[in-house]
C-alpha cells in the first residue's frame, strides 16, 4: 500500500485543528496531546467519557483479534475493501475513516488489498483505549486515537469515506466530517446473522426488524448489499472468542453461556448488510 498520514485532526476540547510536532498533537490554544510509544494519540477528555474506562475490555480485544485474525470474518472484510477501493481509481488518493474501529482489522484489509496504485490516509477511531492500542501495535502506516463517534475528533468535511462497521453511527457528526460527495460505508447484522449461535444462548429468538431503507438527513442511496456465508469453528475458543466480541455475551443469561461453552464445534451463518449513502450537502 502507497500510504500518507492522515492529518485532519481536531481538538477534541474547541475543535481547532491539531497540529503534529515533538512527541504530541497541539492546537493553536496550546491544547496538546501526548503520542504515546505505540503510535496513538487519546483524544477523549474527561468530560466525553460515561465510564473510567469505556469500550470493549481488554480481554473482549483480545478474543476479537483471535477471531478476526483467524479468517473467519476475512469476507466482510473484503467486501469492505472492494466498495471503498471502488471509490478510487488507479493513482488516485482517499481519506478513510473506520468509526469504532476496534483492533484495527478491517483497515489492515482495506490496506493490504489496496496495493501500490492507490494512497490511502487511514484513520482509526474506537473508544476503547485497549483496541486501540492493539491496533498501533500491529499497524504503523495508519493514524489510531482514542476517540468518541459522538464527538470526532476530526476536521470539518475532511474525509472521502467513513466506515460504520457493526458500530454505532452518529450521521451529524458523519456528514461534518465527510466531504461533498463522500461515502458512509455502514455494516450491519441481517436477521439470520450468527443465528445458530443464538438458538443456543437464548431461550427464544426476537422477530427480526424490519429494514429501513430511509438514508439519514443530507444523505443519498448509493448502493446496497446482501452477504451470506457460513463458517466453521472447530473447538471452544473461537466459539468462546466470538460469544465474547459480540454484545450477547452480555445479554445471554449464564445457563445460555454455558450451553455455548459445551460446545466442540458449530457452524454459524454470516449474514451482514453493507449500505453506502453519499453526503450531499443541501446548499
Not at 467486501?79 to 489492515?108: K, N
Not at 438527513?217 to 466453521?232: H, S, V
Amino acid at each position: 500500500m502507497s500510504s500518507t498520514t492522515f492529518t485532519a485532526l481536531a481538538c477534541p476540547l474547541d475543535g481547532e485543528p491539531l497540529r503534529q510536532g515533538d512527541g504530541a498533537w497541539r492546537c493553536a490554544a496550546g491544547h496538546g496531546f501526548d503520542i504515546a510509544r505505540q503510535g496513538y494519540v487519546n483524544l477523549l477528555p474527561v468530560q466525553h467519557k460515561r465510564s473510567r474506562d469505556p469500550g470493549d475490555s481488554k480481554a473482549m480485544v483480545a478474543a476479537r483479534r483471535r477471531f478476526l485474525e483467524a479468517g473467519h470474518y476475512r469476507p466482510i472484510a473484503e467486501a469492505v475493501a472492494r466498495a471503498v477501493l471502488a471509490q478510487v481509481p488507479a493513482g488516485a488518493s482517499l481519506s478513510c475513516l473506520d468509526a469504532g474501529c476496534g483492533e484495527g482489522y478491517y483497515l489492515r484489509e482495506l490496506a493490504q488489498a489496496a496495493g501500490d496504485e492507490r494512497t490511502l490516509a487511514l484513520l482509526g477511531v474506537d473508544i476503547s483505549k485497549w483496541a486501540v492500542l492493539a491496533a498501533a501495535k500491529q499497524q504503523q502506516a495508519a493514524t489510531w486515537v482514542v476517540g468518541t463517534n459522538a464527538h470526532l475528533p476530526v476536521q470539518d468535511h475532511s474525509l472521502d469515506v467513513v466506515l460504520c462497521l457493526f458500530g454505532f453511527p452518529v450521521y451529524p457528526e458523519f456528514a461534518r466530517v465527510l466531504k461533498p460527495g463522500g461515502v458512509l460505508l455502514r455494516v450491519d447484522a441481517g436477521p439470520d446473522h450468527l443465528r445458530e449461535l443464538r438458538e443456543i444462548i437464548y431461550p427464544s429468538l426476537k422477530p427480526p426488524r424490519a429494514d429501513d431503507d430511509t438514508p439519514p438527513p443530507g444523505f443519498a442511496p448509493l448502493a446496497r448489499e446482501t452477504l451470506r456465508d457460513t463458517i466453521e469453528l472447530d473447538g471452544a475458543e473461537p466459539i468462546a472468542d466470538l460469544l465474547a466480541m459480540t454484545p450477547h455475551l452480555h445479554r445471554a443469561k449464564a445457563e445460555g453461556r454455558e450451553r455455548a461453552a459445551a460446545l466442540a464445534s458449530l457452524t454459524v451463518t454470516l449474514d451482514v448488510r453493507l449500505t453506502q449513502w453519499v453526503y450531499q450537502p443541501v446548499g
